[in-house]
């Protein structure tokens, strides 16, 4: 059974940063998948949207709207991604949430940007 749980939401002044971490547990790639994980976001009144993502080999695609601000990275080994979040906006205020090959999702992770 596969399982995906985020971790790393908060309430942030704009400017500020967070890291967000997704975990995984049961997950298997078949050898020709690209292995995609990544996140997408959702926030209030808004259909769900991509944020980043990126395969086992590395190829990574971000939204135009994070470029520049948002990093992501995984660990093949452990079947982890994370999402750095840098100089956060009140437009980035949303339920994060990270998925395995858009087939599994978490629970999401609130993050708020406010002053």
């Known amino acids: 059974q596969v399982q995906v749980v985020e971790s790393g939401g908060g309430s942030v002044q704009p400017g500020g940063s967070l890291r967000l971490s997704c975990t995984t547990f049961g997950v298997i790639f078949q050898a020709d998948s690209p292995g995609i994980m990544g996140w997408y976001r959702q926030a209030p009144g808004k259909q769900r949207e991509l944020v980043a993502t990126?395969?086992?080999?590395?190829?990574?695609t971000y939204a135009d709207s994070v470029k520049g601000r948002f990093s992501i990275d995984r660990d093949n080994a452990k079947n982890k991604v994370w999402l750095q979040m840098n100089n956060l906006q009140p437009e980035d205020t949303a339920v994060y949430y990270c998925t395995v090959e858009l087939k599994f999702w978490g629970q999401g992770t609130q993050v708020t940007v406010s002053s």
């Open positions: 990126i395969t086992r080999h590395y190829s990574i």
